[in-house]
Nanobody, 116 residues
Framework: QVQLVESGGGLVQPGGSLRLSCAAS????????MSWYRQAPGKERVLVARITSAGDSTNYANSVKGRFTISRDNAKNTVYLQMNTLKPEDTAVYYC?????????WGQGTQVTVSS
């Protein structure tokens, strides 16, 4: 059974940090590119960051460049999103996605709220 389980979300003040984790099971994690998406209330789900299967290349949305870092540990079947200098506009539900050719899996999401 395929599972992607996100964790690490919560309420944080502007300027603070959070580290999201996404634990994968039920598929060969090391061959899948992994991504983080987010969806704010009333808005479409958008790509935040992506990392290749080997972890040797990453790309980011312009809005998070220099503040967020995506990484993965293939031995632990886990992908991470380190979020620094958080802003109120980062408030959203964050989802992890696994992608390989025509196959994709999604997690259920974790809420991140940035507010004072």
């Amino acid at each position: 059974q395929v599972q992607l389980v996100e964790s690490g979300g919560g309420l944080v003040q502007p300027g603070g940090s959070l580290r999201l984790s996404c634990a994968a099971s039920g598929f060969t994690f090391s061959v899948y590119a992994m991504s983080w998406y987010r969806q704010a209330p009333g808005k479409e789900r958008v790509l935040v960051a992506r990392i290749t299967s080997a972890g040797d290349s990453t790309n980011y949305a312009n809005s998070v460049k220099g503040r967020f870092t995506i990484s993965r540990d293939n031995a632990k079947n886990t992908v991470y999103l380190q979020m620094n200098t958080l802003k109120p506009e980062d408030t959203a539900v964050y989802y992890c996605r696994a992608g390989f050719m025509y196959t994709e899996y999604w997690g259920q999401g974790t809420q991140v709220t940035v507010s004072s």
